[in-house]
């Protein structure tokens, strides 16, 4: 069972976290030492191995969450609000300039290479990005049939399901291309696709 952290604990847990992550992203996590952590953070062994009892094992599926969550922190505030197409288009734009920034390196990739993807943690991490984005997507979809900026035939559950594939796919490209087209050119065909559906309704 999971001790309850009092708030200066969870203060600190989080401190080595984003410590933790800011190691992982300069060196790459193969070369990243607990060592180098404590270094970081200004923490001892002592108060590490009090926050992540399994050592770095414990502390690489905490920086994978931090790094999934900041996937979604990072297509904000335009991903909880995808109420209009100028609102759709930002979205749009700010994926794309966030997987270029990113490039061919990918923390949580990464990470969770480290961890095992199978493994029930780093699956539950994967799992509940999936689940976040595909329904801030559906919510965008939904709202905007309630419009009549998106047709109302459309299966908001499904089209999100397929949008959140794509871009899956060209980030998956990029990764082994260094190309950004494909990922820019699912959202577009799929925005416009959206769009269209209504203009012929």
Same mark, same amino acid.
């Given at each position: 069972m999971t001790r309850a952290l009092t708030r200066k604990g969870a203060?600190?847990?989080?401190?080595?976290?984003?410590?933790?992550?800011?190691?992982?992203?300069?060196?790459?996590?193969?070369?990243?030492? *607990?060592?180098?952590?404590?270094?970081?953070?200004?923490?001892? %062994?002592?108060? *590490?191995?009090?926050?992540? @009892?399994?050592? %770095?094992?414990?502390?690489?599926?905490?920086?994978?969450?931090?790094?999934?969550?900041?996937?979604?922190?990072?297509?904000?505030?335009?991903?909880?609000?995808?109420?209009?197409?100028?609102?759709? *288009?930002?979205?749009?734009?700010?994926?794309?300039?966030?997987?270029?920034?990113?490039g061919v390196k990918c923390p949580l990739n990464g990470l969770?290479?480290?961890?095992?993807?199978?493994? @029930?943690?780093?699956?539950?991490?994967?799992?509940?990005l999936m689940w976040r984005w595909q329904k801030a997507i559906t919510e965008g979809i939904r709202s905007m049939q309630s419009t009549g900026d998106i047709a109302p035939d459309v299966d908001a559950d499904r089209a999100a399901a397929a949008l959140l594939a794509g871009i899956q796919g060209g980030v998956l490209l990029l990764l082994s291309t260094g190309k950004i087209d494909h990922l820019e050119a699912v959202l577009d065909l799929t925005i416009d696709s959206l769009r269209a559906g209504a203009q012929t309704a």
């Open positions: 203060a600190t847990r989080a401190r080595i976290v984003a410590g933790a992550a800011a190691e992982i992203r300069e060196r790459g996590v193969d070369e990243v030492r *607990l060592e180098d952590v404590m270094a970081h953070t200004g923490t001892s %062994k002592g108060q *590490l191995f009090h926050y992540f @009892p399994d050592g %770095k094992e414990g502390l690489l599926l905490a920086v994978a969450q931090h790094e999934a969550d900041q996937v979604l922190i990072d297509q904000e505030p335009m991903l909880s609000n995808l109420t209009s197409w100028p609102v759709w *288009l930002a979205w749009r734009d700010r994926l794309i300039e966030r997987y270029l920034a990113q969770l290479g480290q961890t095992g993807r199978r493994a @029930p943690g780093a699956q539950a991490i994967v799992t509940g």
